[in-house]
């Protein structure tokens, strides 16, 4: 039972165009949210978070929407750059559950020159 | 400064035997985490270490694995009887506390260590 869902494997952006990046969830207990950043033969990286509390928070050229409702969230990009291209992981964190992630399946992302 | 290390980068074993990964979190990072990342999957949650507290082992696939956090500091994840379905990249974070989770909560992920059981 997936409770952090990423259903895009993989996304290809021109440079300088936008990438979204999205995100749904199950878990309703989940109140902090993060976005990281793999490139290959690396550990992720983070990126940008988002508390529950709030539904925007921005970050130069990222942003992270959030939609408590639609349990949903997404990574905006722009403008993207091919030093963009990498894995992206979406993860989640329960109030309850200490501070273990609990992540997406990721998305890879493409941006072409 | 130095980031999370592990070591070794990569291993190869057989079926049946027992592997160690080594993980060097942060220097005063206080909470160890443990993931593994399979083929084709995200991020899976193995254990969790913060300070001296009891480990929290809910993510554990099998009692064939086992992690231990010496000190405080280095940390050893033990799979014993290896299976080629064990076969992943395991992941060590490290974060500087527990509690509210805010931005001294984020956590730092080492480079990983791939595992390939033949």
């Known amino acids: 039972d997936q409770q952090v869902k990423q259903n895009s494997p993989s996304l290809s952006v021109q440079e300088g165009r936008i990438s979204i990046l999205n995100c749904d969830y199950t878990?309703?207990?989940?109140?902090?949210f993060l976005w990281y950043k793999k490139y290959p033969a690396e550990g992720p990286t983070f990126l940008i978070s988002?508390?529950?509390?709030?539904d925007k928070n921005e970050d130069g050229r990222f942003t992270v929407f959030l939609n408590k409702s639609a349990k949903h969230l997404s990574l905006h990009i722009v403008p993207s750059q091919p030093g963009d291209s990498a894995v992206y992981f979406c993860?989640?964190?329960?109030?309850?559950?200490?501070?273990?992630?609990?992540f997406g399946g990721g998305t890879r992302l493409m941006v072409k020159p | 400064g130095a980031g999370v290390s592990q070591s070794p980068s990569n291993k190869v074993t057989e079926k049946g035997k027992d592997v160690e990964l080594r993980c060097d979190p942060i220097?005063?990072?206080?909470?160890l985490y443990w993931y593994r990342q399979s083929l084709g999957q995200g991020l899976e949650f193995l254990i969790y270490?913060?300070?001296?507290?009891?480990?929290?082992k809910s993510g554990l696939p099998s009692d064939r694995f086992s992690a231990e956090r010496t000190g405080g500091s280095v940390s050893t994840l033990t799979i014993q009887r290896t299976q080629q379905e064990d076969s992943a990249v395991y992941l060590c974070?490290?974060?500087?506390?527990?509690?509210?989770?805010?931005?001294?909560?984020?956590?730092?992920f080492g480079p990983g260590t791939r595992l390939t059981v033949l």
């Open positions: 974070a490290s974060s500087l506390a527990r509690g509210s989770v805010g931005r001294t909560d984020t956590q730092y």
């Open positions: 878990n309703s207990m989940f109140d902090y």
């Open positions: 988002i508390s529950s509390i709030k």
């Open positions: 993860a989640a964190v329960s109030k309850n559950a200490g501070n273990m992630l609990t």
């Open positions: 220097s005063g990072h206080t909470a």
């Open positions: 270490f913060q300070g001296n507290s009891a480990p929290d």
